[in-house]
Nanobody, 126 residues
Framework: QVQLVESGGGLVQAGGSLRLSCAAS????????AGWFRQAPGKEREFVAA????????HYADSMNGRFTISRDNPKNTVYLQMNSLKPEDTAVYYC???????????????????WGQGTQVTVSS
């Protein structure tokens, strides 16, 4: 089992920045791919960014347009999502997830992830 706890969400003005953190506990987190997803009100949950075991490979949703950066610190069992140039349409609950994989590649599909956090709210005001 892997337990995930997100933090760092909040209210920010458009154009601002936030850094989300996801603290993992339980099994060896360094052998899990990790990802961030988000769900806006009335919409389905969508992929945001993913990172491989070692952090050497990342993948982003096209809509992030280089504004977001995912990273991880395995000794600290933590994954981060740095979000810059935030827009009101980025308002959502952001979820961290972990996927057990056999290869060091990021995972982009929700059904590849076995463990999920409770989410952290990000609200961007115009």
């Amino acid at each position: 089992q892997v337990q995930l706890v997100e933090s760092g969400g909040g209210l920010v003005q458009a154009g601002g920045s936030l850094r989300l953190s996801c603290a993992a506990s339980g099994r060896t987190f360094s052998r899990y791919a990790a990802g961030w997803f988000r769900q806006a009100p009335g919409k389905e949950r969508e992929f945001v960014a993913a990172i491989s075991w070692t952090g050497g490979r990342t993948h982003y949703a096209d809509s992030m347009n280089g504004r977001f950066t995912i990273s991880r610190d395995n000794p600290k069992n933590t994954v981060y999502l740095q979000m810059n140039s935030l827009k009101p349409e980025d308002t959502a609950v952001y979820y961290c997830a972990a996927a057990g994989t056999f290869t060091d590649y990021p995972r982009t599909l929700q059904n590849e992830y076995s463990y999920w956090g409770q989410g952290t709210q990000v609200t961007v005001s115009s």
